[in-house]
């Protein structure tokens, strides 16, 4: 963290690879997020190149945290969702760190990342206890959190009830191509929130990605038994996750 009690996240994901300066007093974004397309094919070199080129633009010279949409153990990629199948063994924390000229990097679950910042800045701020995020998107992802202590790499969108990946049931993704009302995807959410709370017992649910700025329209349809509240973040989330991250030398 610099003197000012500024961090930089980036957050990279199937379509765009994003970051800022983040302000962690306040978990505000100091400047407008800086965007580039993620390159396609989504390789781990063309990638790195990318987050190079956003860190230059935003001309910030200090640590870096980065988020990624896979599991990442010891800064290694394990999985790969909605990027290039060759991040998987990839040492995503070296090769950032060597693009950036052999920076300190801290490199992250996507949604991992988003549970920190809802949890310290956003929605779950008010909440004690146990706090599960899940962010419904192409994909479902998970953070667990207890007293703002990261459990990573939980990887709930992978649980299966009756043979189908809770992801598969009931992602952002799975509503559109489908063709599901909000009632339809309601009560597949509900079977996985319903599966989740009776492993997990959180004290609240926060529901992000970007359906969950219509929250209002499904939210109350939700027939689980936890309380669900809406992400605040909105898409800085990652961002400012990964500032926290690096900020905190976590190093999952
Ligand atoms: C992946 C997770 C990721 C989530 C959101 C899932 O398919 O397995 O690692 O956090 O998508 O991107």
């Keep these: 963290m610099s003197a000012r009690g500024h961090a930089f996240g980036i957050d990279i994901g199937g379509s765009g690879v994003k970051g800022a300066v983040v302000d962690l007093a306040t978990g505000d974004l100091v400047h407008k997020r800086i965007k580039i397309a993620t390159p396609q094919p989504s390789t781990p070199n063309a990638v790195a190149a990318a987050v190079a080129e956003l860190v230059a633009a935003a001309k910030w010279h200090g640590p870096v945290g980065i988020t990624l949409p896979a599991v990442v153990l010891g800064g290694l990629a394990r999985t790969a969702a909605n990027i290039d199948k060759s991040w998987i063994g990839t040492d995503a924390r070296a090769m950032f760190s060597a693009a950036l000229g052999g920076r300190e990097v801290t490199v992250l679950n ?33 953070a667990l959190l207890y007293h703002g202590t990261l459990v990573p790499n939980t990887e709930l969108g992978h649980v299966e009830i009756d043979g189908r990946k809770t992801e598969h049931r009931a992602a952002a993704s799975v509503k559109e191509r489908e063709g599901l009302s909000y009632e339809q995807w309601a009560a597949e959410v509900s079977t996985v929130l319903i599966t989740l709370e009776n492993l997990f017992w959180p004290n609240v649910i926060v529901a992000g990605g970007g359906i969950s700025r219509d929250a209002e329209q499904w939210i109350p349809l939700l027939t689980n038994r936890t309380t669900v509240i809406p992400a605040h973040l909105k898409n800085a989330a990652g961002i400012v996750g990964a500032a926290m991250a690096i900020d905190a030398g976590l190093a999952p």
């Design 110 to 142: 996507d949604a991992d990342a988003a549970g920190l910042a809802e949890d310290r800045y956003g929605a779950a701020k008010a909440f004690a206890g146990l706090v599960l995020m899940l962010t419904f998107g192409t994909g479902i992802g998970s």
